[in-house]
């Protein structure tokens, strides 16, 4: 009886060590970060445990943090839409190389992402500025006469974005791409499908699960990004990390950047799950 | 004019011959197989008619057009992959109708063509499910179906039936076979598996190395092997040494027996387990084995002419014990002079 008992126990005795770092790791502070949105602040006084509502109502009021989480997702979603438009194809090319091109292909594509993000933004800074590189020889093709404005725009920002995001997409949509059966385009092809038709009706709906994973990774993971948001976009393209970090770190308004960091992450999670819900209930028969 | 004609067609790899010089002509309504050994080319023949792979050098002529500039979307061909390739995120009846939307094929008259075509193979009302909801051989059945119903000019099989049990396997042979006598669809059937040819085929192109070794209805490759690798590949054989007089007849240890063509000098003839008999008058030999089967015994040989395998049938008559002094006869028509196969 006892022996049952321990060998029912087992598996939480052993996943325990592990549930411990996650419940103080994660867990712990981010309940306290909620607990801490709903603290007081003064310039004077400083944080006040006290319970009181000000910051979300400071949040849902002013119209410049709508403004702020508006230009977040507005940039997360077209940082995720140029990675599916110019991952996905990548994957279907990078798939069909041969082993030996491929891993130098690969690597290239992981390359960014074994650069430090500050100094391949950095770089992406050079590349964009009004006197950078793209700039310069856009003038000298003669395609335009004044400098288009990259830095400190979310144009700049999206660009920056995609390159440093896109791998991950790639990289789950080449995993559910070596899922398909190599036959399955031949076997569109002997019935009469040309190339797109095989695309769109064959090869894109089973590579769904891929695109829609990695989707989620980009979207999430742009509309948190720091670094990049911070060094092209400025200190006047404010998105909600740089929010606040600001709140934070310059106005010492703990509570207040409290509140915009849970009100980031639970907005993350609703869009990513209902949105996992929405394509999972579409493409029912891929994700079995 | 023949249905289909592959003119010296070649095909290589780098330095690797798949396919070297191969011929044939298919009749209208003809089931041919291609029979060999994994590397013997039987698989790329199969995707050079299919617009898979380029030809090297040769035609192929479909109903007297060469289809080397054809791609395969326009060859009109339906093919069972070994791996079946059904579109998993549609349903059977939406994998069916695939070749028929591709051909603008008007919505009333596509439901009524996968209906018949579920109908003739035998997968009633499974319209709605998903193709990994089925087992394979329903799987297999979708396929074939797939394949069928946009009316193709040729059925190309490649191993429709290795991923299936034994048994069923055995079933699906006769109805594949059933099915294509029905709709009469020439066919070419990609396959390693002697009986699966012999049990559906017309005709069977043997093939090893990239060469045809021999072509024949079953019963004459079987019968009537061309080269040693023929009578190996099909069956279990008996390889006999014999001479030749040069006049028509070969020797085997005394034994003298017809043999139309045998040359002067040594010659090798084959004789299946099945057709080598006990009898007065045949040449010595003794038994070194016997093993009971059921329904027969193999016994085994040892002879001057080489070591033997014989198949009696389990009929009552009394059989030889083990170290047995025995005389082995065979018939004249049920001898084979082979050929030096041509590759290594």
């Known amino acids: 009886m006892s022996f049952a008992a321990s060998e029912r126990s087992a598996p939480y005795w052993?996943?325990?060590?592990?549930?411990?770092?996650?419940?103080?790791?994660?867990?712990?502070?981010?309940?306290?970060?909620?607990?801490?949105?709903?603290?007081?602040?003064?310039?004077?006084?400083?944080?006040?445990?006290?319970?009181?509502?000000?910051?979300?109502?400071?949040?849902?009021?002013?119209?410049?943090?709508?403004?702020?989480?508006?230009?977040?997702?507005?940039?997360?979603?077209?940082?995720?839409?140029?990675?599916?438009?110019?991952?996905?194809?990548?994957?279907?090319?990078?798939?069909?190389?041969?082993?030996?091109?491929?891993?130098?292909?690969?690597?290239?594509?992981?390359?960014?992402?074994?650069?430090?993000?500050?100094?391949?933004?950095?770089?992406?800074?050079?590349?964009?500025?009004?006197?950078?590189?793209?700039?310069?020889?856009?003038?000298?093709?003669?395609?335009?006469?004044?400098?288009?404005?990259?830095?400190?725009?979310?144009?700049?920002?999206?660009?920056?974005?995609?390159?440093?995001?896109?791998?991950?997409?790639?990289?789950?949509?080449?995993?559910?791409?070596?899922?398909?059966?190599?036959?399955?385009?031949?076997?569109?092809?002997?019935?009469?499908?040309?190339?797109?038709?095989?695309?769109?009706?064959?090869?894109?709906?089973?590579?769904?699960?891929?695109?829609?994973?990695?989707?989620?990774?980009?979207?999430?993971?742009?509309?948190?990004?720091?670094?990049?948001?911070?060094?092209?976009?400025?200190?006047?393209?404010?998105?909600?990390?740089?929010?606040?970090?600001?709140?934070?770190?310059?106005?010492?308004?703990?509570?207040?950047?409290?509140?915009?960091?849970?009100?980031?992450?639970?907005?993350?999670?609703?869009?990513?799950?209902g949105s996992n819900r929405l394509v999972e209930r579409r493409y029912a028969q891929v994700f079995e | 004019m023949s249905h289909l004609v592959l003119e010296g067609l070649c095909k290589s790899y780098g330095a690797a011959v798949a396919v070297e010089a191969l011929d044939l002509k298919v009749e209208r309504g003809e089931f041919v197989s291609l029979l060999g050994p994994s590397g013997c080319g039987k698989t790329t023949t199969l995707q050079m008619i299919a617009g898979f792979v380029g030809v090297d050098r040769g035609r192929i002529l479909l109903d007297g057009g060469d289809l080397a500039s054809v791609p395969p979307a326009k060859r009109g061909l339906g093919i069972v992959f070994q791996s079946y390739a059904l579109f998993p995120h549609m349903t059977v009846a939406e994998n069916i109708a695939f070749g028929l939307e591709m051909r603008g094929i008007g919505k009333a008259e596509r439901e009524q063509r996968t209906l018949d075509a579920m109908a003739l193979v035998g997968l009633k009302g499974f319209a709605e499910r998903y193709p990994r909801r089925m087992s394979g051989g329903q799987q297999q059945r979708v396929a074939l179906a797939r394949a069928l119903v946009i009316k193709p000019a040729l059925l190309l099989l490649d191993e429709p039936l290795s991923n299936l049990d034994a048994k069923l396997r055995e079933e699906m042979q006769g109805e594949l076979r059933q099915i294509q006598r029905s709709v009469g669809t020439t066919t070419i059937l990609v396959t390693h598996d002697q009986h699966e040819a012999m049990a559906l085929s017309d005709r069977i192109v043997v093939m090893n190395h990239g060469r045809v070794e021999q072509i024949g209805a079953p019963d004459t490759v079987y019968g009537q092997p061309a080269t040693a690798f023929v009578a190996n590949f099909l069956g279990k054989t008996n390889t006999l040494a014999a001479m030749g007089d040069g006049a028509g007849q070969v020797d085997v240890l005394g034994f003298r027996v017809p043999l139309a063509g045998a040359p002067a000098g040594p010659v090798s003839i084959a004789v299946r387990p099945e057709r080598l008999t006990l009898a007065e008058g045949g040449f010595p030999a003794r038994i070194k084995s016997r093993v009971f089967q059921g329904s027969h015994w193999l016994l085994g040989a040892e002879s001057e002419a080489g070591t033997l395998l014989l198949m009696r049938p389990n009929d009552g008559m009394p059989v030889p014990a083990e170290g047995e002094a025995v005389k082995i006869a065979f018939a004249p028509a049920d001898a084979a002079l082979l050929t030096e196969g041509k590759a290594p």
Not at chain 1, 60 to 83: M, P, Q
Not at chain 1, 164 to 186: G, H, T, Y
Not at chain 1, 205 to 230: C, E, H, R, Y
Request: charged fraction near 10%; proline fraction near 5%; hydrophobic fraction near 60%.
């Open chain 1, 14 to 273: 052993l996943a325990g060590p592990a549930l411990l770092v996650f419940l103080g790791l994660v867990i712990i502070p981010l309940g306290m970060t909620v607990l801490l949105s709903f603290y007081d602040w003064g310039q004077y006084k400083g944080i006040v445990p006290e319970f009181t509502l000000k910051n979300w109502i400071e949040i849902a009021t002013d119209s410049y943090f709508f403004e702020v989480f508006l230009r977040t997702f507005r940039i997360s979603i077209l940082v995720t839409l140029a990675c599916v438009l110019i991952g996905v194809p990548e994957a279907y090319i990078l798939n069909r190389m041969s082993p030996g091109w491929r891993s130098v292909c690969l690597l290239v594509v992981i390359g960014p992402l074994l650069v430090s993000v500050v100094a391949r933004t950095l770089g992406w800074a050079l590349l964009l500025g009004s006197n950078g590189l793209v700039n310069q020889g856009l003038m000298a093709l003669g395609l335009i006469t004044t400098p288009l404005e990259f830095m400190f725009t979310e144009t700049g920002v999206v660009i920056a974005l995609t390159h440093v995001l896109i791998p991950f997409m790639i990289l789950s949509v080449w995993a559910s791409l070596q899922r398909l059966d190599p036959q399955v385009e031949n076997a569109a092809a002997s019935l009469g499908a040309g190339f797109f038709t095989i695309w769109r009706r064959v090869i894109l709906p089973q590579v769904v699960p891929g695109i829609l994973s990695g989707a989620i990774i980009v979207f999430a993971l742009a509309a948190s990004a720091f670094a990049s948001p911070a060094i092209i976009g400025g200190r006047r393209l404010k998105v909600a990390a740089t929010l606040a970090y600001d709140e934070f770190l310059n106005t010492l308004n703990w509570p207040l950047g409290a509140a915009v960091a849970v009100l980031l992450l639970v907005a993350l999670v609703l869009i990513i799950v």
